[in-house]
């Protein structure tokens, strides 16, 4: 048998290019990785805090599409950020909740727990020279004449024996399910038994809660004259919010006699009447709710 030797480099060439070939091979070669699940991760900076304190709530979890805080009791309640600061003012045991959901839209969530101590009650100072009306507070004599409350029209009023600004307070509410007959507007009085004379206090205080979005007004009633100041669900006037806490409301007793000069600040007959404001419907709204302690007149 005969080789051509011509066919002889054609071969060398061939076998070096098939192992030039598999030479470079080699450095084509990739790592392959199998997907990895994002994983949740998240801290907070406290466990146990005084009311009126924060918790900072900080998310670093991988991987993921949308975060979701709902903080019960706090302030704010929720939150899509991953690190927020949350205040809480009220005493009790609140979760967070931390939904996660990952890009590949799986879900994962985490809770943490807040023991909130209730916040030191602030001292309760008041004037030696005040006119003491209403308050269960052992140190407060009253020095006003007897009083009496009047349910009007719609409100009931009823007495409350804790959890007051300091012990037992006053309840200004309207029934649940009033009457259809019932008018729309409601009005509840604290009266003195006999006409006194104020002339010489400049404010009258009163510690209220509430969270009614309904406008009301304070007013203030001589034998024929009445003035008053209004309050809506937003300004905050002389210190009353809606905000469901203990709060104590200063208001200048000229602010009555500027709405009605007419008002007689020497033959005073009802120091506070609580009256809903037209056009609004009580019956429709029914969250005029209003606790009252702590009531007295200073210079």
């Not at 903080?71 to 205040?87: C, H």
């Not at 009790?92 to 916040?119: H, R, S, W, Y």
């Not at 349910?151 to 200004?172: C, T």
């Not at 010489?200 to 007004?217: D, E, L, P, Q």
Request: hydrophobic fraction near 40%; aromatic fraction near 12%.
């Amino acid at each position: 048998m005969k080789i051509k030797l011509t066919h002889i480099p054609k071969l060398k060439y061939f076998l070096l290019m098939l192992f030039i070939g598999l030479l470079s091979c080699e450095d084509d070669v990739r790592e392959v990785y199998l997907y990895k699940k994002g994983e949740l991760n998240a801290t907070s900076t406290n466990t146990a805090i005084k009311g009126g304190e924060t918790v900072t709530y900080t998310d670093s979890s991988t991987k993921v599409r949308a975060i979701k805080w709902t903080f019960p009791g706090g302030s704010p309640g929720a939150s899509i950020e991953p690190n927020i600061e949350v205040k809480y003012t009220k005493a009790g045991t609140f979760t967070t909740t931390l939904e996660i959901t990952f890009v590949d839209n799986t879900i994962q969530k985490k809770t943490f727990t807040v023991e909130v101590e209730a916040p030191p009650t602030p001292p309760i100072v008041i004037p030696a020279d005040a006119l003491k009306i209403y308050s269960e507070n052992p140190d407060f004599t009253k020095t006003a004449p007897v009083l009496n409350w009047v349910s009007s029209n719609q409100f009931v009023i009823k007495e409350v024996a804790a959890d007051g600004y300091e012990g037992a307070y006053r309840n200004f509410s309207l029934p649940a399910t009033p009457p259809a007959a019932e008018a729309k507007w409601a009005m509840a009085i604290l009266q003195f038994v006999n006409v006194t004379d104020i002339s010489s206090y400049t404010y009258i205080n009163m510690a209220v809660r509430t969270t009614s979005t309904g406008k009301i007004r304070f007013r203030m009633k001589d034998a024929s004259n009445t003035g008053y100041v209004e309050f809506d669900a937003t300004s905050n006037l002389y210190g009353l919010k809606r905000d469901g806490s203990w709060n104590m409301v200063k208001i200048p007793i000229a602010d009555y006699k500027k709405q009605n000069p007419a008002l007689d600040l020497t033959k005073i007959k009802d120091i506070l009447v609580l009256r809903s404001v037209d056009p609004e419907d009580v019956r429709a709204l029914n969250n005029y709710t209003f606790d009252f302690d702590h009531i007295y007149l200073s210079k």
